[in-house]
C-alpha cells in the first residue's frame, strides 16, 4: 500500500507535459482518497517499516558517537582522528545515496540483507 505512493509512473510517449501533469494530479488525488494518513499510520507495513528502521538507525548513532570517546583512548592524534571521522561522514553521505539507487533495480529485503551483513 505505501510502495504504491513513491513508485514513479513513466509518461506515455504521446501525452504532452501538461496532460502528463494533470495525470499525476488526478492520481495523487486519488491515492489521498483511497490511503489517508491515518489509516496508512495504523497498518501493519508501517509499522515493520518503521520497527526496522529504528532498529538499525539506534546501531548507526551508537557507532557515530562512541568513535570519539573510543578514540581519545585508544589514538593519539587528533588530526588522524578527524580524519577518520570525517572520512566516514562523507562514505555515509555517498553511500545514502548509492543504497537508495540500488532500490530502483532490487528489492528491498535484498538491499537491506546486504547492509545488514555489511
Do not use: H
Amino acid at each position: 500500500m505505501i510502495s504504491n505512493f513513491v513508485k514513479p509512473m513513466e509518461p506515455p510517449r504521446d501525452t504532452n507535459e501538461d496532460d502528463w501533469l494533470e495525470i499525476q494530479r488526478t492520481r495523487l488525488e486519488e491515492l489521498a482518497r483511497k490511503a489517508p494518513i491515518l489509516k496508512i499510520l495504523a497498518s501493519r507495513e508501517f509499522f515493520q517499516v518503521y520497527f526496522l528502521s529504528l532498529s538499525q538507525i539506534f546501531f548507526g548513532y551508537y557507532v557515530i558517537n562512541s568513535f570519539k570517546s573510543y578514540g581519545a583512548a585508544f589514538i593519539e592524534d587528533d588530526k588522524f582522528l578527524t580524519l577518520i571521522g570525517s572520512v566516514g561522514a562523507l562514505c555515509n553521505g555517498v553511500f545514502r545515496i548509492f543504497w537508495s539507487s540500488l532500490l530502483d533495480y532490487f528489492p528491498f529485503r535484498r538491499v537491506n540483507f546486504i547492509l545488514l551483513v555489511i
